[in-house]
């Protein structure tokens, strides 16, 4: 199989030759700098170059930012773009011109997608992009604090931003599409910590329901699966998501006490990228074995891409992910048909 078929088949819990082998986050800038310092060649500094050069499934994305690449980020982390004197509307009206942009080149590369579709049409690649969702925008602009007043003191200026961040995401989709049919889009979300997430069911039925129903449907037509990004324990929010039409997640991140056994058993055919617990990678074949073996049962039910839950971090050392990726590979062989 082709490592797009390979993808199709999993996510569609059909049989496969064998599990997607892939590393959808890549790495940690510090996680490099390390890997360079215990032999990984030093030229090797693009993303996919380094994916083809530990033998991984290049999955190929794109991130397509509402607010202008020239805009400053905010001083602080946490902080929100919607700066300065006057009131929150005041300051969205003086930001808005570097919002919801499109050019030729920016933020779809046209000579970089068609490129690509010709590795996706062969089977080589598969293709993702990603965009904020009706959570992380309002986020980005208000800041985390702000952020979660507004839902009660700017309700209306909270639809307005979700609703023109909606045309826009289907602007994106109808322009992209025009190059060629990506496999799927994630909305980048981040709604959850360890404790679940950060929102109320009332709220999202609110703020972000009417947003996904506007663009999930848009997806299903042209064939993109559309999959949440979220870090934390989301467990809680998959029913909210199943009625938005969004039957699929990634990270899971495993030490935010996620278990996807039991979302298994509550939501069988709920599919996700990820899950691979990060802070075993570290701690030697017994250890990172045992987190295969943890995880092979649900993989060998289809629906589910054994991936690292994030970014691997830098304390996992070259030798260490190499033994990684020797062990993925053996079990990856353990789910074919």
């Known amino acids: 199989m082709t490592p797009r078929e390979r993808f199709h088949a999993t996510m569609n819990f059909e049989p496969v030759d064998r599990l997607p082998l892939v590393e959808w986050a890549g790495w940690w800038t510090e996680t490099l700098d390390r890997w ?23 999955y190929k994305q794109t991130w397509f930012r509402s607010v202008h690449r020239d805009v400053p980020p905010p001083e602080v982390h946490g902080a929100g773009l919607l700066t300065g004197e006057g009131t929150f509307e005041d300051k969205y009206e003086k930001l808005h011109p570097s919002l919801f942009q499109i050019h030729d080149t920016w933020p779809i590369d046209p000579a970089v997608w068609s490129q690509w579709a010709a590795e996706q049409e062969k089977g080589d690649s598969v293709l993702w992009f990603t965009v904020e969702g009706p959570f992380w925008f309002p986020r980005t602009l208000f800041g985390i604090e702000d952020h979660f007043y507004a839902y009660y003191d700017e309700p209306d200026l909270m639809h307005r931003m979700n609703r023109e961040n909606t045309e826009w995401t289907l602007r994106i989709i109808d322009r992209l599409c025009e190059i060629c049919t990506p496999d799927f889009m994630t909305f980048a979300e981040d709604m959850s910590y360890n404790n679940g997430p950060m929102l109320s069911e009332d709220l999202f039925n609110e703020f972000m329901l009417p947003y996904y129903e506007r663009i999930v449907p848009v997806l299903k037509e ?40 039991a979302i298994r058993e509550a939501h069988p055919r709920f599919r996700c990228i990820g899950h691979f617990d990060k802070l075993v990678m570290h701690r030697g074949e017994e250890a990172i074995r045992g987190e295969f073996e943890r995880l092979l049962p649900i993989a060998r039910q289809g629906g589910f891409i054994i991936s690292c839950d994030h970014q691997t971090p830098p304390g996992v050392s070259l030798e260490d992910y190499r033994l990684y990726l020797r062990l993925f590979a053996e079990y990856a062989e353990q789910v074919g048909s």
């Open 222 to 261: 042209r064939g993109i699966i559309p999959v949440v990004d979220s870090d934390g324990d989301i467990t809680k929010a998959i029913p909210w998501f199943e009625r938005a039409g969004i039957d699929a997640i990634l990270p899971l991140e495993r030490q935010a006490g996620v278990d996807l056994q």
């Open 36 to 58: 360079y310092g215990e032999g990984l060649p030093t030229d090797l500094t693009d993303r996919y170059d380094i994916v083809g050069h530990f033998g991984l499934e290049k």
